[in-house]
């Protein structure tokens, strides 16, 4: 597509359930990255792909966060018995890379979870 | 830890002054980049600059960088009240088994009108 595609732009779950973050990435970029943001608060990094494999998931807060690519393109991240810490806005980015290393990021809007 | 720290935390200018927001990071990099976000929502990819690079200029913007500082600056010249968004910094370091961008937790600029 023109551009990374997040959705939902907003959920609101309740308090123990499981909810399910997708991430459309631009067409053909290689990386992808998964960012959470608490209102007013700078990029928390969580995962990061390459391809299909994750070299780096030490972002991640708990067990209770996971995240998959598929296809080398589409990633779903997941939360399992969601907590009301968990609310923030899930941005998804991705890049390309060159002979001279990765492009800069490409944002999607992200994802507002909010968990009552 | 964040790798990148913006300074100040927050500015707040007249519109058609220049604004200055500072960058620093602690590790090697191979490029530095500035975007932009509104409303809280996805950011904008402003500018990057390689880790060969000093200097580097888009429209109004231009953006410094200090290696041997681990120190970038962002110069905003001519300000308008659209310019008002939080500014983010991001490190990268990419090679073939780690490659991301570390970002900073912003500057909030506000020009007023």
């Known amino acids: 597509g023109a551009g990374v595609s997040q959705s939902p732009s907003n959920k609101v779950t309740e308090k123990g359930k499981d909810v399910e973050l997708r991430c459309d990435p631009i067409?053909?970029?290689?990386?992808l990255y998964w960012y959470r943001q608490s209102l007013g608060q700078g990029l928390e990094f969580l995962i990061y792909?390459?391809?299909?494999?994750?070299?780096?998931k030490s972002g991640l807060p708990s067990d209770r966060f996971s995240a998959e690519r598929t296809g080398g393109s589409v990633s779903t991240l997941t939360i399992q018995r969601t907590q009301q810490e968990d609310s923030a806005v899930y941005l998804c980015?991705?890049?390309?890379?060159?002979?001279?290393?990765?492009?800069?990021?490409?944002f999607g809007q992200g994802t507002r979870l909010t968990v009552v | 830890s964040q790798q990148g720290e913006e300074d100040p935390q927050a500015l707040s200018i007249q519109e058609g002054e220049n604004a200055t927001m500072n960058c620093s990071y602690k590790?090697?990099?191979?490029?530095l980049q500035w975007y932009r976000q509104n409303s809280g929502r996805g950011l904008v990819h402003l500018i990057l600059i390689r880790s060969n690079e000093r200097e580097k200029h888009s429209g109004r913007l231009r953006v410094t960088l200090d290696t041997s500082k681990k120190s970038s600056s962002l110069l905003i010249t001519a300000s308008r009240a659209a310019d008002t968004a939080s500014y983010f910094c991001?490190?990268?370091?990419?090679?073939?088994?780690?490659?991301?961008?570390?970002f900073g937790d912003g500057t909030t600029l506000t020009v007023k009108p």
């Open positions: 590790t090697s990099i191979n490029n």
């Open positions: 792909f390459q391809g299909n494999s994750a070299p780096d």
């Open positions: 991001a490190t990268g370091c990419y090679n073939t088994n780690a490659g991301k961008s570390t």
């Open positions: 067409s053909g970029h290689t990386a």
């Open positions: 980015a991705s890049s390309d890379i060159s002979g001279r290393g990765y492009t800069e990021a490409f």
